[in-house]
């Protein structure tokens, strides 16, 4: 932290300001300008609380944080590019990982037929949600433990890991005797006691960047998952909402290059909900890889115009197909400039 004292702040300000900043744990290193005095505060403590705290204080200017707010996950933590391990996938190393499934699953038929559609088109991890999250409360909520049993069926059928969405807290148990990773969507990046629970899950969590949430924001959401015990978190951006309407979200795809600057932790792009719409998938997939993602989630049905949630913007089993052999000659170059970077 660096605190500014006003022009003209007298001893006794200048003082109480360095005792406050004892009072919290910080050591203090004054420099005295020629026109101001400007305090630097090193160490570990409360910095939220101590920088509004100072501000209150009378002859200081300005109280500044100047090291990141997240810790745990940030590149100065650790230098090394976290490595997830998903049954036999590592996300965050050398494979560029696509994980692919229906927005809800819907029923036995359509969640074994997506299944074995993707697994074949080279998916390592089955997505689709059991508990939805629908903007709207008449809107179809999900087969819930159905659809998890489903989702169990489809793992066996097909050996994919399964990746589904966890809405409350009081879901996390019964969701990790299903799914090998949870889900935490848009709607909830914030939903501090979720955050929390998912601390003590015992399964990896791909955290969705929240509709308007900043990328500290989402680096502090994660934060949380790994500060409560739980190292193995991914993150994911799906695009945010801005005056755009052309598109039904508007895809950061900038904050790829500059999470994997801020952070360890891998990233996953989602076209399908940044975009709303299926022709826009495959484009955007190609952006995915070319800015350096770790992967990709895309939403394939077998009948998107049947679809429950989500029709216009999944691909059918044969769109998924045509992307993933279009994306080949990219993925080469994926891998050759990881190799080189790493
Ligand atoms: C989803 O993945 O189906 C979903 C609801 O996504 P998001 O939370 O990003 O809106
Ligand atoms: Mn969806």
């Known amino acids: ?14 003082d109480h300001v360095c005792k406050r900043i004892e009072d919290f744990g910080y050591r203090v290193h004054s420099i005295r300008g020629d026109e101001r005095v400007v305090i630097a ?21 300005s109280a500044v944080r100047i090291s990141a707010p997240y810790k745990f996950v940030s590149r100065q933590y650790q230098s090394d590019k976290s490595r997830i391990r998903v049954e036999g996938a590592i996300i965050g190393g050398d494979e560029f990982i696509v994980m692919a499934g229906p927005c809800s699953v819907e029923s036995e038929k359509q969640i074994l037929d997506t299944a074995a559609a993707v697994a074949r088109s080279g998916a390592r991890l089955l997505r689709g949600g059991a508990f939805k999250p629908r903007t709207s409360p008449y809107d179809f909520q999900g087969l819930e433990l159905e659809g998890l049993k489903l989702l169990r069926k489809a793992r066996q059928e097909t050996g994919l890991a399964i990746i589904t969405e966890v809405m409350s807290d009081r879901d996390v148990e019964l969701i990790a005797e299903y ?13 501090f006691a979720l955050l929390k629970a998912l601390g003590k899950a015992g399964r990896p969590v791909m955290l969705k960047r929240g509709l308007s949430s900043t990328i500290k924001e989402l680096l502090l959401s994660a934060e949380y998952v790994v500060s409560h015990g739980n190292p193995d978190v991914i ?8 005056f755009e309407t052309a598109t039904r979200n508007t895809l950061d795809i900038g904050a790829v290059p500059v999470l994997a600057e801020l952070t360890h932790l891998p990233v996953i792009l989602d076209p399908a909900h940044a975009t709303g719409k299926s022709s826009l998938v495959p484009p955007l997939a190609r952006a995915a890889v070319a800015v ?9 049905h077998p009948c998107p115009e049947e679809a429950f949630s989500d029709g216009a913007q999944s691909l059918n089993p044969e769109q998924f197909d045509r992307m993933m052999r279009d994306l080949q000659p990219y993925l080469a170059l994926w891998s050759a400039t990881r190799t080189n970077s790493e």
């Open 292 to 300: 350096g993602a770790d992967g990709l989630m895309v939403e394939v």
């Open 235 to 242: 993150l994911c951006e799906r695009g945010i909402r801005t």
């Open 179 to 191: 799914a090998d990773v949870l889900q935490i969507g848009a709607r909830n990046m914030q939903n």
């Open 1 to 14: 932290m660096v605190i500014s004292m006003k022009l003209g702040a007298t001893k006794e300000q200048i």
């Open 41 to 61: 505060a090193v160490g570990v403590g409360e910095v939220t609380h101590c920088l509004d705290s100072l501000e209150a204080a009378p002859g200081v200017e």
